[in-house]
């Protein structure tokens, strides 16, 4: 057991005071790994009084010094790597191989970029006779879901630290491994004590943070029922919120394009880490004429998800990243087969391969627009393919869930694949299979919720400016 009753603050581990409890399981075998405590008002209070403290000396320091604690960070976390790899992917369901580089290796290097970039930015300009400076927004609330953990964790502490904020994180109970790999790389690194600090626990302790009159901005990854939430908590208090929320993204294959490329991404994509990615394209666009070819290749293309232990080398897709989940995603599968959608692969009755949370790689053809499995987030590894009449009804398909994270297009040409691409709502748009670039800016359009992480956009958003006019 590796139990989690302690939260860092100002600087130290301190044990936990309360009695609450979550349970961690190991994805794949369902057994109780550990528990994490949850922290209480005190504690949260005490965390937020850290990072006030420490705010007017850590936002007032260079962009260079800030950037060299960044960099020591990365290190001291690298050196944590392939425990860390091991420990998300129990918690996780992640296969190990891909834990290594998507978990560990992806968010390292992201403390690193984002060092050099808060580096290269500009935190002041002169615009007519006022001198903008970037002033750092204040105390953060940092709140994380576990599907990522470390990435997520990455995505709002570097860029915020980097913009001159200080930090209290509370992240997801299901997954706090990466949360206290980081408090032990920041003791490491040496930051200043209360520059960043870390509360364990669920919903009970996060909402404190969020309402805690000493936080200046909450910045919160997760669901977008839980978002609504915040927002509202937030507004109340008119704190400034970013919000990254879930999705229902599209990918639309256009008359023309590699058939058999837009189902191997397709299936990659909604697949990566049991479908349990916010910006995973779980819905597939295809005319109507290529119905049969696309659901001939998809059924074909499946068995090669190979589902099973996630510490195998062979395996492409583990378990679910607990018991509820497994139970949710199941009776949205079972809902769909009631409603006679065509089941291409996978399915209710598919055989999962241990204990632990598994769910068979699913894929339901003919789904209409309108049905849920085509308008709600299932987060966990089944696709749904819907047709289109003409580029316009594709068009109007991709748009209308809601939703509007991550999009893909495939086209015969590039061109033409940027010409859908800009009538896309979403926030990152992929032509004919174009990779992830952690320096472009990544969030969600209309339910994917308000902001944008990554590269200088990252920062931007844990900026406010401030103009001095000059007397000419
Ligand atoms: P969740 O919303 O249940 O929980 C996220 C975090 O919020 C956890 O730390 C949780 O403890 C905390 N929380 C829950 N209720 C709270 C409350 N009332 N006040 C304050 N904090 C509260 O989400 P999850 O199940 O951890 O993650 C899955 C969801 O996250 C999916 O919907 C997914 O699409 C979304 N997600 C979005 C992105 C993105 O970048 N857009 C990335 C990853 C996950």
Redesign the pocket.
């Given at each position: 057991m590796q139990d989690y009753l302690f939260h860092f603050i100002d600087g130290a581990w301190q044990n936990a005071a309360g009695s609450a409890r979550s349970i961690v399981d190991d994805a794949a075998t369902a057994a109780a790994i550990g528990l994490v405590a949850h922290a209480e008002a005190a504690e949260v209070d005490r965390a937020v009084m850290a990072a006030r403290a420490a705010f007017p000396a850590w936002s007032a320091s260079t962009p260079a010094h800030r950037a060299g604690f960044l960099r020591a960070i990365a290190d001291a976390l690298e050196a944590r790597g392939e425990a860390l790899a091991q420990a998300i992917s129990r918690e996780v369901g992640m296969p190990l191989k891909l834990s290594r580089r998507i978990q560990v290796d992806a968010p390292v290097a992201a403390w690193r970029q984002t060092a050099g970039i808060g580096e290269g930015m500009r935190f002041e300009e002169e615009v007519g006779h006022s001198l903008v400076t970037q002033e750092a927004a204040g105390v953060v609330a940092a709140?994380?879901?576990?599907?990522?953990p470390l990435h997520?964790i990455t995505?709002k502490l570097a860029a915020a630290l980097m913009a001159g904020c200080t930090v209290v994180l509370?992240?997801?109970?299901?997954a706090p491994a990466a949360a206290q790999a980081l408090g032990e790389a920041v003791a490491q690194a040496q930051l200043p004590p209360g520059v960043v600090n870390i509360v364990f626990?669920?919903?009970?302790?996060?909402?404190?943070?969020?309402e805690h009159r000493g936080v200046d901005m909450v910045s919160?990854?997760?669901?977008?029922?839980?978002?609504r939430?915040?927002a509202a908590?937030a507004g109340a208090q008119l704190k400034r919120v970013a919000?990254?929320?879930?999705?229902k993204s599209a990918s639309v294959a256009m008359p023309g394009a590699d058939a058999e490329r837009v189902v191997r991404h397709a299936l990659a994509s909604c697949l990566l880490n049991s479908g349990?990615?916010?910006?995973a394209i779980t819905r597939l666009l295809v005319p109507q004429a290529d119905y049969g070819r696309y659901r001939a290749l998809l059924a074909a293309a499946a068995p090669a998800f190979v589902t099973g232990d996630p510490a195998l080398p062979s395996t492409r897709v583990g378990p679910l990243?607990s018991a509820r989940?497994r139970e949710r995603v199941l009776a949205i599968i079972r809902a769909a087969e009631d409603e006679g959608l065509d089941l291409v692969a996978g399915g209710s009755q598919a055989t999962p391969p241990g204990a632990g949370h598994f769910v068979a790689p699913t894929v339901f053809g003919q789904v209409a627009a309108t049905a849920a499995l085509a308008r709600e987030?299932v987060?966990g590894p089944v696709l749904a393919v819907l047709t289109y009449a003409d580029e316009d009804d594709a068009v109007q398909q991709a748009n209308g869930a809601g939703y509007g994270?991550a999009a893909a297009v495939w086209a015969e040409s590039p061109e033409e694949g940027l010409r859908l691409a800009r009538r896309l709502r979403a926030g990152q748009v992929d032509v004919n299979g174009a990779p992830f670039n952690p320096a472009a800016p990544?969030?969600?359009f209309g339910l994917?919720?308000i902001g944008r992480?990554g590269g200088r956009y990252g920062i931007d958003e844990y900026l406010e400016p401030r103009a001095i006019q000059l007397p000419r």
């Open positions: 709140i994380t879901p576990w599907n990522y997520q995505a509370k992240p997801s109970e299901l626990g669920a919903a009970d302790s996060g909402q404190a943070l969020v919160f990854t997760g669901s977008t029922e839980v978002g939430r915040i908590l919000l990254e929320l879930g999705g349990q990615t916010c910006s990243v989940q987030e987060f994270l990544f969030g969600g994917s919720g992480e």
